[in-house]
């Protein structure tokens, strides 16, 4: 079992730019992937961001060139940074961890909520 806990979250205004951390209880070093994802009222969860155990990346399209995932082992920590925010980018922010592919993860933070305001 992990636990995963988010922070970073809050109020931005449009243009602006947050870093949003979840802080794992135990190492994942071997976790395969860890990801972001985000769910709007009414509607559906979707990924925002995924690295695997190897670094590689990929991001939703809604938010590719404006949004960075990274990770740090050592320290049991994976970050989102995203910058340019949107109106459209207000979301509950999930991490997730222990995803063998996008859309399926073995652990769940219970979220941080972003609002960007136009």
Known sequence: QVQLV???GGLVQAGGSLRLSCAASRSIFRFNAMGWYRQAPGKQRELVARMDSGGSTNYADSVKGRSTISRDNTKNMVFLEM???KPEDTAVYYCAA???T???CG???RGTQVTVSS
């Open 83 to 85: 910058n340019s925010l």
């Open 6 to 8: 988010e922070s970073g």
């Open 98 to 100: 222990d995803c063998p």
């Open 102 to 104: 996008a859309t399926l």
């Open 107 to 109: 652990y769940w933070g």
